[in-house]
C-alpha cells in the first residue's frame, strides 16, 4: 500500500517523530512501499524525493514552521489534488498541527483510510507551557470549520477524560480543549497508532479500542568510531578521566531538564569527575539561563551544551557515554532509550510507565522523580559496572525486537485494517470523491 504521510514537524529540526516517520517511511521503500512525505517548508531542508513541501511560517515556538491553509480552507483544494494525482491507498497522519489536520482532510475528501498515529502527549505540553485556553479554543473552532463538523461537546462538570487528577480553571480548560482536538483529528480515523502503552496509562483517546494498534517504533544502531567518540570529547573539552552522564533530546521545560540539573549538582558532590552533556536544540535560552543561576557556578562550569546535532554526532556521543539520564514525564515512546541502549548506555528515567512499558520493557533503571533519589540512581550506575553491564545487556536484547523492518511490517498491517474497515464504510455510503 503506498502511504502518504502528514507531519508538522521535519528536517532541519530533529525529534521523534521525524526519527520515527523518516524511519517508517525508509523501512516501508526499501519492502516495496515507497510513499509520499507532506511537510511544511523550510529553507534549510535537503533535497529528498517523494516529500511534498508546503508553504510555511515561523510560528516563534521551538523551531516549528506552521502551513497557513489553515487561515484560508480553499487553499487545500489544490495541494489534495496534487496528492491525488501520486494515487495513495491510505493517508497516515503523524502530528496534529495544520499539516496534520489537512491530512484528515485529504482521508475524507480522497476517501481513503485514516491512520493517526498519537506520538504527542498533547495534555502534557499544553500543561507545561500553559497555552492560552482562549487560544486553544479558538484552534478547536476552526479545526470544526475547516472539516465543516459541529464543535466537539465538552465533557460535563466535574468528569475527566483522561487518567490525571481532576483539575481546574484555566488547567481544566485547556484540557478540554486538548480532548475536542483529539476528537476531531482521531474520532474519524480507521486506526490509531499508540508506540507503546503508557499513552494509553495517561490518555483517553476518543477511539473505539478494536481500531487502537499498540505499535513501537523500530530504531537502529547509530554507529560510530573510536575517532569520531575521541573528537567528539576532545571538541567539546571532555578530559580522559572525565565521566559522561548524557542526555539527548530538546532542551525544554517539559523534558525534566529542571529535575536533571538539580540532580546533577549532587552526582557531582558524588563524583567530582562528572560531567552532564545534553545534546539537543535550546530553544528557551533564557529559561535555561535561569535555571542554571539556581546552582554553584562550579556545578554549571561541568555542563556542557552542544546544540543539535547531526546523527553522526549524536552516535559519537553516546560513545562517550557512560550512563544515559532522561527525566522526561511526557515522552510516549523515548526513541533515545532505544539509541542508548543499542549503543552500550545504561539508562535511569523517572516514567515508571515508560519503564515498565518502553521498548526497554524494565531493562533500566527507574528512580522517583526527586533530585537526590534519580541522583543516587546515576551514581549507582557510575560505580557499579557490573550492574550497568547486566543492565546494557538486558536493554540490547529488549532493542534488537524492535527493527525498521519489524516496524513497517506491523505498521502494513494495520494499513490493511484500516483498508478493510473504510472498505466496509463504503459499502454503506461513504464514497470515494
Same mark, same amino acid.
Given at each position: ?7 508538522d ?32 517548508r523550510h529553507p534549510d ?9 508546503? !508553504? &510555511? /511560517?515561523?510560528c =516563534? #515556538?521551538a523551531d516549528l514552521?506552521?502551513s497557513?491553509?489553515l487561515? *484560508?480552507g480553499? @487553499? +487545500?483544494?489544490g495541494?489534495?489534488?496534487?496528492i491525488a494525482a ?8 503523524h ?5 496534520g ?5 485529504t ?6 483510510p485514516?491512520?493517526?498515529?498519537y ?14 485556553? !482562549? &487560544? /486553544?479554543?479558538? =484552534? #478547536?473552532?476552526?479545526y ?6 459541529? *464543535?466537539?461537546a @465538552? +465533557?460535563?462538570?466535574?468528569h ?11 488547567v481544566a480548560?485547556?484540557?478540554?480543549a486538548?480532548?475536542?482536538?483529539n476528537?476531531?483529528?482521531?474520532g474519524?480515523a ?10 494509553l ?5 476518543p ?10 517504533? =523500530? #530504531?537502529?544502531?547509530?554507529r560510530t ?5 575521541n573528537?567528539?570529547?576532545y571538541g ?5 578521566s ?9 532542551i ?31 530553544y528557551e535560552p533564557?529559561?535555561?539561563?535561569g ?5 554553584d557556578p ?9 546544540g543539535?546535532q ?6 559519537a556521543?553516546y ?19 532505544q539509541e ?6 545504561p539508562?535511569?528515567?523517572v ?6 512499558h518502553g ?11 526527586e533530585p537526590?533519589a ?17 543492565q546494557?545487556a ?17 505498521i ?11 472498505s ?5 455510503g461513504?464514497t470515494?470523491?
Open positions: 500500500m503506498r502511504a502518504v504521510h502528514f507531519t514537524t521535519y528536517l532541519p529540526r530533529r525529534d521523534g517523530v521525524v526519527t520515527s516517520l523518516r524511519t517508517l517511511a525508509a523501512a516501508l521503500a526499501d519492502a516495496g512501499n515507497p510513499g509520499l512525505i507532506v511537510v511544511p531542508q535537503p533535497a529528498e524525493p517523494d516529500v511534498l513541501r508546503l !508553504r &510555511a /511560517l515561523p =516563534g #515556538v514552521r506552521l497557513p491553509w487561515l *484560508r480553499a @487553499a +487545500a483544494t495541494t489534495i489534488a496534487e501520486h494515487a495513495p491507498d491510505v493517508v497516515h497522519v502530528t496534529p498541527g495544520p499539516v489536520l489537512l491530512g484528515v482532510l482521508a475524507r475528501r480522497l476517501g481513503l485514516l491512520v493517526q498515529t506520538h504527542t502527549d498533547l495534555h502534557a505540553y499544553a500543561d507545561a507551557y500553559r497555552v492560552p485556553a !482562549r &487560544a /486553544l479554543s479558538a =484552534g #478547536v473552532r476552526l470544526a470549520r475547516r472539516l465543516g463538523v459541529p *464543535r466537539p @465538552a +465533557a460535563p462538570a466535574g475527566t477524560r483522561d487518567h490525571r487528577p481532576m483539575a481546574s480553571g484555566a480548560r485547556r484540557r478540554a486538548m480532548d475536542a482536538t476528537t476531531l483529528l482521531l474519524g480507521d486506526a490509531v497508532v499508540v508506540p507503546t502503552r503508557a499513552v496509562d495517561r490518555i483517553h483517546l477511539v473505539p479500542t478494536d481500531r487502537v494498534h499498540l505499535v513501537p517504533t =523500530g #530504531v537502529a544502531a547509530r568510531t573510536a575517532r569520531d567518540i573528537a567528539f570529547r567539546h573539552g571532555i578530559a580522559p572525565d565521566r559522561v552522564v548524557l542526555y539527548v533530546g530538546r525544554n521545560r517539559e523534558k525534566g531538564i529542571g529535575l536533571l540539573i538539580a540532580a546533577f549538582e549532587r552526582i557531582l558532590a558524588g563524583c567530582p569527575n562528572a560531567r552532564l552533556v545534553l545534546v539537543g536544540a535550546l533564557r529559561w535555561l539561563a535555571l542554571l543561576r539556581t546552582i562550579r556545578v554549571a562550569a561541568r555542563i556542557i551544551l552542544t543539535q547531526t546523527p553522526e554526532v549524536v552516535a556521543a560513545g562517550a557515554a557512560e550512563v544515559f539520564a532522561f527525566a522526561s514525564r511526557t515522552d510516549t515512546q523515548a526513541l533515545v532509550l542508548a541502549g543499542l549503543a552500550g548506555v539508562a535511569v528515567l516514567d515508571r510507565g515508560l519503564h515498565q521498548a526497554l520493557a524494565g531493562a533500566a533503571l527507574c528512580t522517583d522523580a537526590g534519580f541522583a543516587a540512581g546515576v551514581l549507582r550506575l557510575l560505580r557499579d559496572p557490573d550492574a550497568a553491564r547486566r546494557v538486558a536493554a540490547t536484547a529488549r532493542c534488537a525486537q524492535h527493527t525498521p523492518a519489524r516496524y513497517a511490517e506491523a502494513r498491517e494495520v494499513y490493511a485494517s484500516a483498508a478493510g474497515l473504510t466496509r464504510f463504503n459499502d454503506r461513504r470515494r470523491s
